[in-house]
């Protein structure tokens, strides 16, 4: 396999030896700022006063938002609390010489690099126009007035839920901000931050019946131009067609260079070419390049798992906590005990987080990745490895026995995954990934386990479990789940179990 996009997922894995090998020290004094800020852009504030949802939590997370249903109106009092609970800021602790912002997603290391832009026609108490999401005061800014949506639906090859919108989200990474700690593995963690960021953003959607369409399909330079970034630190990743029913866009104004001036991030910056590499091979040039990624292409194979297999069995009592109420809550779990869950609510998770992404990669129903798991203390299930067998809803017993020992060598020898009562992981056949989808695939894959365990991290917490995302060491990880996983590369792992209590929990 000679693509860039596998060179630099092989470069980028971790083993035992390259973690030993590593020198990479933390510099305080180029720490990033944790937000992308205009300073000569005034604010737009948004309305704080939200209604909570009165669907589930966990219907919202495992049911996609109806893509056949016009949904409701959009405006500013819908679109607050999407952007509040996707993105935004929900407490915030001060340090000596420093302040903490605990933010509504998961994200590597709490360095939250990703962004949100809203391209939008005009919307009641908002006119047409490109804003940038501000976290930090809970506003938007117009970058540019005029309704600019005809410019991302030729961008993504007049993509039918681009085209249908009334507003499209733009998701962005701005590589400096997270690579200050992780280094050339940043790219990586583009998708699994911007995954657990739209597991919330779809969740939210989904309660408020705003359809919502993933599309990874569209000309990089074109929506790196229209959202004013500089491409050589930010780029775009990801769009969002939100709601439905809106009529043609009208013709584009031109997109001319804004230059607007943004606060800098740090005195100084460290580049990784290896980043900027991958990203420009997995770009897509033209128009005729998106229609290509996007054709009709060979069906990916479906996944088979032979031996045992143990049906779920998801309760029928799960509970009525609303959506919002679960982000509060949510946090990454940093000790667990090892008592056990019950089969009942793992069978509910794994229902719930496994009902598929609605992209234009996918076809309905259709994954790119497979979800394995170490069984640690479960009543009701043996401890063991296993796989998500998706068509018969079961999982498949790869391996009996007490495997907590090595959960936590997989997790880079950390306590966490040997403590959790299972691990979940997310694999992927990558080379038939980009056998299908070229180097673009590599997004694709990346960004659709990170939805998934996304969905684990909120469906684990309105169950009543803890929840972490944690990082691992690659070839060891298909070894352990081998022979069924070999070939495999893994994108996600997530370790669930009960908490030890640290503090309470938010209120609304």
């Known amino acids: 396999m000679h693509t860039a996009a596998w060179a630099y997922h092989e470069a980028t894995k971790h083993s035992v030896a390259s973690v030993r090998r590593s020198r990479h020290m933390l510099e305080w004094d180029i720490m990033p700022l944790p937000f992308k800020v205009y300073p000569q852009l005034p604010p737009i504030p948004l309305p704080r006063d939200f209604a909570t949802s009165r669907r589930s939590a966990l219907e919202t997370i495992a049911d996609d938002p109806p893509v056949d249903s016009d949904g409701r109106e959009l405006d ?3 679109l607050a609390p999407v952007f509040h609970f996707t993105a935004g800021v929900l407490r915030r602790r001060s340090y000596p010489g420093r302040e903490v ?6 994200c590597t290391g709490n360095l939250h690099h990703i962004d949100l832009y809203l391209i939008c026609g005009e919307l009641p108490e908002l006119t047409a126009g490109v804003y940038h999401f501000s976290p930090h005061d809970f506003a938007l800014r117009q970058l540019r007035a005029g309704d600019f949506r005809a410019a991302v639906v030729s961008a993504s090859g007049n993509q039918p839920a681009i085209a249908a919108a009334p507003a499209i989200i733009a998701c962005t990474s701005t590589f400096w901000r997270n690579a200050w700690k992780y280094q050339a593995r940043t790219y990586r963690h583009c998708f699994w931050d911007s995954g657990t960021l739209l597991a919330n953003l779809f969740a939210v959607a989904a309660a408020r019946d705003l359809p919502a369409h993933l599309v990874l399909g569209f000309v990089d330079e074109q929506l790196n131009q229209l959202l004013d970034l500089d491409d050589e ?6 769009l969002v067609a939100l709601s439905r029913g809106a009529g043609s866009a009208p013709a584009t104004p031109p997109v001319v260079p804004l230059e607007l001036e943004t606060v800098p991030l740090s005195s100084r910056e460290v580049e990784y070419p290896a ?14 390049d998106v229609a290509a990624w996007r054709g009709a292409l060979a069906p990916l194979p479906r996944f088979t798992s032979a031996g045992a297999h143990v049906s779920l069995v998801p309760s029928l009592a799960a509970s009525a906590e609303p959506i919002e109420k679960v982000i509060l809550r949510r946090g990454s779990t940093r000790e667990f005990a090892h008592d056990a869950i019950g089969f009942a609510p793992l069978s509910t998770l794994l229902r719930t987080i496994t009902r598929g992404v609605v992209a234009d990669f996918l076809e309905p129903g259709t994954t790119l990745s497979e979800v394995y798991l170490i069984v640690n203390a479960v009543d ?6 296993y796989v998500f067998d998706r068509d018969r809803d079961a999982l498949a017993l790869l391996r009996a026995g007490d495997f907590r020992r090595d959960a936590g060598q997989l997790d880079l020898s950390q ?4 403590d959790a009562a299972v691990n979940l992981y997310w694999l992927v056949d990558l080379r038939s990934v980009l056998a299908r989808f070229g180097d673009r695939g ?23 479990i803890g929840a972490t995302g944690l990082t691992f060491f690659d070839d060891d990880v298909v070894d352990f789940f081998s022979p069924h996983a070999a070939g ?10 009960r908490p030890i209590p640290r503090r309470a929990p938010l209120t609304l």
Request: charged fraction near 10%; proline fraction near 3%.
């Open 488 to 497: 495999k590369s893994v994108m996600f792992l997530m370790a669930i179990g």
């Open 415 to 418: 306590p966490l995954a040997a």
């Open 233 to 238: 630190r930010e780029v775009t990743l990801a």
């Open 442 to 464: 590599y997004r694709a894959a990346q960004l659709e386990a990170a939805i998934g365990g996304g969905k684990a991290y909120l469906a684990s917490f309105a169950l009543g």
């Open 101 to 106: 912002f605990f933010r509504a997603q998961a």
């Open 275 to 288: 980043i900027r590499a991958v990203h420009a091979a997995s770009s897509l040039a033209s128009v005729d």
């Open 76 to 78: 500013l009092a819908t």
């Open 380 to 385: 009701g299930l043996a401890p063991g490895a």
